[in-house]
């Protein structure tokens, strides 16, 4: 079953350490170009996330899940 990336256990790492993940795609094809964008809020407080960035529109934008 195709999952986002990182893995979880990078994910959770990153949060232990304090760090912070910035959303993005890195498909090749249109169709994949939100892939699971739909469920990683859920999975990312699972993995101890508690915000994230994001770029639009020319601005950096942090969301808190």
């Given at each position: ?20 993940l ?14 699971a964008?739909d ?27």
């Open positions: 079953k195709p999952a986002p990336s990182p893995a979880d256990f990078l994910i959770k790492r990153v949060a232990e350490k304090g760090g912070r910035m959303l993005g795609s890195d498909c090749h094809f249109k169709e994949k170009l939100l892939f964008f469920t990683l809020p859920a999975l990312l407080k699972a993995c101890g996330i508690k915000s994230v960035l994001t770029f639009e529109k020319g601005c950096l934008n942090e969301t808190t899940l």
